[in-house]
């Protein structure tokens, strides 16, 4: 038990389409950042939240966004799904910089 | 910048047997190493890792790495396999320090089999 829990478990959406995922982490755990897991591969890095400014962000583009709000939840929002948007997204939160990431059990999403 | 290389995609061992799977890393500064475990349809559930310190580093279920700098090398040991044991794993690397602290670079995973 990771403390950090994931919803949807699974969905499908249509190309072009927008979707949430959402994030639910420990008290005090102000970090969080978000992972996308295409089948087959090691998760990517999309971005970083501390204390609800974004401080990091990998390789995606603009219309991967995220929130994290003050009660340890937060939100990933994607726009204009591609088929190539389909994949595990993993939410991780930790309390201070160095401390253990604990990770969620992710979103399945399925763009079709 | 980080990078981590997996030998192995698949490992395949008899139950009782050694498991080695391989992880090297490569990073401008020391660098934090961890090992995941994944199983079917499951997030990532820590094994082991290394900050500072010891370099033999004990994790659960049995296993443990080495960190060896000469070498660049995480590798992820258990003397003796279970069947239980059967799932992806991912070694990943994290800068100790910088604007990146915390982001975690994965391998793309060694899925390891254990036979009967």
């Known amino acids: 038990e990771t403390g950090v829990t994931q919803s949807p478990t699974h969905l499908i959406k249509t190309r072009g389409q927008q979707v949430t995922l959402r994030c639910s982490s420990q008290?005090?755990?102000?970090?969080v950042s978000w992972y996308q897991q295409a089948l087959g591969q090691g998760p990517q890095f999309i971005f970083q939240?501390?204390?609800?400014?974004?401080?990091g962000r990998g390789n995606f583009p603009p219309r991967f966004s995220g929130l994290q709000f003050p009660n340890y939840s937060s939100e990933l929002n994607v726009n204009a799904l591609e088929l190539d948007d389909s994949a595990l997204y993993l939410c991780?939160?930790?309390?201070?910089?160095?401390?253990?990431?604990?990770f969620g059990e992710g979103s399945w999403l399925t763009v079709v | 910048a980080q990078s981590v290389t997996q030998l192995g995609s698949h490992v395949s061992v008899s139950e009782g047997a050694l498991v080695l799977l391989r992880c090297n890393y490569s990073?401008?500064?020391?660098?934090?190493l961890f090992w995941y475990v994944q199983y079917p349809n499951q997030g990532l559930q820590l094994l082991l890792k290394?900050?500072?310190?010891?370099?033999l580093v004990k994790g659960i279920n049995g296993f443990e790495a080495e960190f060896k700098k000469s070498e660049t090398s995480f590798h992820l040991t258990k003397p003796s396999a279970h069947m239980s044991d059967a799932a992806e794993y991912f070694c990943?690397?994290?800068?100790?320090?910088?604007?990146?602290?915390?982001?975690?670079?994965f391998g793309r995973g060694t899925q390891l089999t254990v036979w009967p």
């Open positions: 991780a939160s930790r309390e201070g910089q160095l401390d253990t990431i604990y």
């Open positions: 008290s005090g755990h102000n970090t």
């Open positions: 939240y501390y204390r609800e400014e974004e401080n």
């Open positions: 990073s401008s500064v020391p660098p934090y």
């Open positions: 290394y900050t500072t310190g010891a370099t």
């Open positions: 990943a690397v994290s800068e100790a320090g910088g604007s990146t602290l915390g982001r975690l670079y």
